[in-house]
């Protein structure tokens, strides 16, 4: 059974960093892409930023947080695991922040949630100005 658990969430105040964590449990492969979807309430869900590894390194950011947040894939005690590092944050990104995975082939854009057939369970990140 896979399951993505994340960590890192928490409140911090405009122009401040935080670092999301994701692990993958159940679920290993060289050729994959891993990323991190949010949700605000009342909004769509919607990509911030997803990097494809194997035989491709492309990576893909939200136009909102280019030049803020990174995207970068590791392993921790031998399992895939993705980071999103968050510096300058503004009170616009207070949602709650998703790690997604999938293998190939892969359907959609990197920005499809639908496409994503494992998700975490959700980590709140607040704002405050």
């Known amino acids: 059974q896979v399951q993505l658990v994340e960590s890192g969430g928490g409140s911090v105040q405009a122009g401040g960093s935080l670092k999301l964590s994701c692990v993958a449990s159940g679920w290993k492969y060289s050729r994959n892409r891993m990323g991190w979807f949010r949700q605000s309430p009342g909004k769509e869900r919607e990509g911030v930023a997803v990097?494809?590894?194997?035989?491709?390194?492309?990576?893909?950011?939200a136009e909102s947080v280019k030049g803020r947040f990174t995207v970068s894939v590791g392993s921790d005690n031998g399992k895939n695991a993705v980071y999103l590092q968050m510096d300058m944050l503004k009170p616009e990104d207070t949602a709650t922040y998703y790690c997604?995975?999938?293998?190939?082939?892969?359907?959609?854009?990197?920005?499809?949630?639908?496409?994503?057939?494992?998700w975490g369970q959700g980590t709140q990140v607040t704002v405050s100005s």
């Open positions: 997604v995975a999938d293998d190939p082939p892969y359907f959609g854009n990197w920005d499809h949630a639908d496409r994503y057939p494992y």
């Open positions: 990097k494809y590894s194997g035989s491709s390194d492309m990576v893909f950011y």
